[in-house]
């Protein structure tokens, strides 16, 4: 069945350091991978996606990785800072034309200063 | 920038009333969501509005939910007799992509608690 889930509930990262957040996923056939932003009190917010036929994605201070052959996915935020502070969420379209988003459930990010 | 605008942002209501919760998409946008999240847990998909129509919809999205554009702006998602186990954040999400690529933008949402 579908089912999207992360390794660490909690991560903490000095300011300035680099952050990687991880996520597994079971659902071989999932189109697009994407994480979302949630900070304290507002809705989430998307930073970047992938598709399944790539392995990696660049944004600004964000890179995804995808490996399907361990079902892996992950999120690498570069030069972190106290603004990055927020819960993160994987998340899956399960395949190709469906139109609802399943979420992981979310590590939360602190960046100490 | 604009963005998905959601009223009320709380409502408490006694268990077997009605609600109704509101969202102001994106102008431009034509794809509508609903997801809920209960505190503490991950979001949940509730459904999904394109063309004045239901598009897909979760095993959650019973009978007692419902949803509509009813003026072509607000987009609503009605609970006809609430229970305690819909106290959430409800949050409506939109997006003018013909493809989903899941990059939707989500309003803040509208925290429900049901006595």
């Known amino acids: 069945g579908e089912s999207v889930g992360l390794h660490l509930p909690t991560l903490s990262v000095q300011e300035g350091d680099n952050s990687i957040i991880n996520c597994a996923y079971s659902?071989?056939?999932?189109?697009?991978f994407i994480w979302y932003k949630q900070e304290s009190g507002k809705g989430p917010q998307f930073i970047i996606d992938i598709r399944s036929n790539m392995d990696k994605r660049q944004g600004q201070r964000v890179t995804v990785l995808l490996n399907k052959t361990v079902k892996h996915l992950s999120l690498q935020i570069a030069a972190t800072q106290p603004g990055d502070s927020a819960v993160y969420f994987c998340a899956e379209i399960p395949r190709f034309g469906n139109e609802k988003l399943t979420f992981g459930t979310g590590t939360r990010l602190t960046i100490i200063p | 920038e604009p963005e998905v605008t959601q009223t009320p942002s709380h409502q408490v209501t006694q268990m077997g009333q009605e609600v109704i919760l509101r969202c102001v998409p994106i102008s431009n946008h034509l794809y509508f969501y609903w997801y809920r999240q209960i505190l503490g847990q991950k979001v949940e998909f509730l459904v999904s509005f394109y063309n004045n129509e239901i598009s897909e919809k979760s095993e959650i999205f019973d009978d007692q939910f419902s949803v509509e554009r009813p003026d072509g702006s607000n987009f609503t998602l009605k609970i006809r007799s609430t229970k305690l186990e819909d106290s959430a954040m409800y949050f409506c999400?939109?997006?003018?992509?013909?493809?989903?690529?899941?990059?939707?933008?989500f309003g803040e949402g509208s925290r429900l608690t049901v006595l």
């Open positions: 999400a939109t997006t003018g992509a013909i493809r989903n690529t899941g990059e939707l933008f």
């Open positions: 659902n071989s056939a999932s189109d697009y």
